[in-house]
């Protein structure tokens, strides 16, 4: 997997399956607490139609790799390996983000 093929699995989707749920859907926002720090109101929002999210708390977004460095503090070569793991678990297929 590369980077462009992982950037193209769905975020809302990555997150359900780590067990973040949205607090609120606006159309293809989707409004969650942030899972990068503790908060009380929803502030971390999925553009699902361009799949790049962003943490209002902390004034940083991008793609689902950057968000998993950002958690995670990985490099990118461990942010594609556990994307790799994820979509190995959770069913979804290369298909779904092959043209």
Do not use: T
């Not at 607090?23 to 926002?29: A, E, F, S, T, V």
């Not at 977004?61 to 968000?67: K, P, Q, V, W």
């Not at 942010?79 to 793991?85: E, G, M, R, V």
């Amino acid at each position: 997997m590369n980077c462009a093929e992982a950037n193209q699995i769905d975020m809302v989707d990555y997150l359900s399956f780590i067990g973040h749920l949205p607090q609120k859907i606006c159309g293809n926002d989707y409004w969650y607490l942030s899972p990068l720090r503790s908060e009380k109101h929803a502030s971390f929002k999925v553009e699902r139609n361009k799949n790049v999210w962003y943490d209002h708390g902390i004034g940083k977004g991008g793609s689902l790799i950057d968000f998993l460095m950002e958690m995670h503090q990985y490099d990118v070569r461990e942010a594609l390996q556990k994307l790799s793991f994820f979509l190995s678990l959770s069913g979804f297929h290369a298909a779904k983000f092959q043209g």
